[in-house]
């Protein structure tokens, strides 16, 4: 099991920025893909944005052009810049990685999660 550390969360008004912040606790080898998950009280989880190995980035439509997702393999690391956010985007934001194990079955890990808030 990888445990994965978040920081970077607040407040903040309409239209600023935050940068979330996700690190594995040990070297671990096998994760291909990590990213972030939101959820909002009342609402269902969303996959925000995600990013593997290969390069590849994912986001939600709602996120594209405002938020940027970056991650180091070497330390298992990923970040969410989060620009022009939006009340909306007012959510408790998770840390995910995914790994393949030796058995080539695919296990996850979360973070705790760390909230942002949007608001004047």
């Known amino acids: 099991q990888v445990e994965l550390v978040e920081s970077g969360g607040g407040l903040v008004q309409p239209g600023g920025s935050l940068r979330l912040s996700c690190a594995a606790s040990a070297s671990i080898a096998g994760i291909y893909k990590m990213g972030w998950y939101r959820q909002a009280p009342g609402k269902q989880r969303e996959l925000v944005a995600t990013?593997?190995?290969?390069?590849?980035?994912d986001y939600l439509d709602s996120v594209k052009g405002r938020f940027t997702i970056s991650g180091d393999n070497r330390n298992n690391s990923v970040t969410l810049q989060m620009n022009t956010l939006r009340p909306e985007d007012t959510a408790m934001y998770y840390c995910y990685a995914t790994r393949r194990g030796d058995d080539l079955r695919d296990y996850e890990s979360w973070g705790r999660g760390t909230q942002v808030s949007v608001s004047s």
């Open positions: 990013i593997r190995t290969s390069g590849r980035r």
